[in-house]
């Protein structure tokens, strides 16, 4: 079936620091990437889309400037975290359309603590 | 703004029995439907999809939809304790791929052996 692959899985940074996490799909084209952002005993909350070949999408709320996202290729799209604070610890997940029309592949997920 | 409400729980169950989970949402104009199992630490994994009215059966789970009352269901049979997880629905508004997906909040479902 499809994968996508995400990685690290998980990431302890220092506060100030900036963190890059790489979602790849293993077996199919993704043209698209949804980057999801959870909580603890949250639901996932959609934060940008990625397309390839054009500029990232964000959701109100989401400071672009501080989650910079690219999407090199119908393979990758990452997700670099930058001047990270305490508050953006969270569990980060990334999901691609297909490669059916309606389903989705989700990654592994990344636990990012900053301390 | 889109909205998926579903009843955080948790729900308990005894083993072998039906668990019930349901979710409303906001949208009318929402086509396709979700129900995803995510354990502890974990990211979700797909259960089951739905899209027109009426039911769906796969295995020991069954979605219902009804798009009047724009709400959603999902009946595990014969729970088991490894049925134990937090079920987040989904919902996503137009026909293709092009958009993310609105979760609710989930539901802990506890299956007691």
């Known amino acids: 079936g499809a994968v996508v692959s995400q990685h690290p899985s998980r990431v302890i940074c220092k506060s100030g620091t900036s963190v890059k996490i790489e979602c790849r799909s293993l077996d199919f084209q993704a043209t698209t990437m949804f980057w999801y952002r959870q909580f603890p005993k949250q639901s996932l909350m959609l934060m940008a889309t990625?397309?390839?070949?054009?500029?990232?999408?964000?959701e109100q709320g989401v400071e672009k400037d501080k989650f910079l996202i690219n999407h090199a290729s119908l393979t990758l799209s990452t997700l670099t975290v930058t001047s990270a604070h305490p508050e953006d610890s969270s569990f980060y997940i990334c999901s691609a359309p297909g490669p059916s029309n309606y389903g989705y592949t989700f990654g592994s997920g990344t636990r990012l603590t900053v301390v | 703004q889109k909205e998926v409400e579903q009843n955080s729980g948790p729900l308990s169950v005894p083993e072998g029995a039906i668990a019930s989970l349901n979710c409303t949402y906001s949208d009318r104009g929402s086509q396709s439907f979700f129900w995803y199992r995510q354990y502890s630490g974990k990211s979700p994994e797909l259960i089951m999809s739905i899209y027109s009215n009426g039911d769906k059966e796969d295995g020991r789970f069954t979605a219902q939809l009804n798009k009047a009352s724009q709400y959603v269901s999902l009946l595990i049979r014969d729970s088991q304790p490894s049925d134990s997880a937090t079920y987040l629905c989904?919902?996503?508004?137009?026909?293709?791929?092009?958009?993310?997906?609105?979760f609710g909040k989930g539901t802990h479902l506890i299956i007691q052996p």
């Open positions: 990625s397309n390839e070949g054009s500029k990232a999408t964000y």
């Open positions: 989904a919902v996503r508004d137009s026909g293709g791929g092009a958009d993310g997906l609105t």
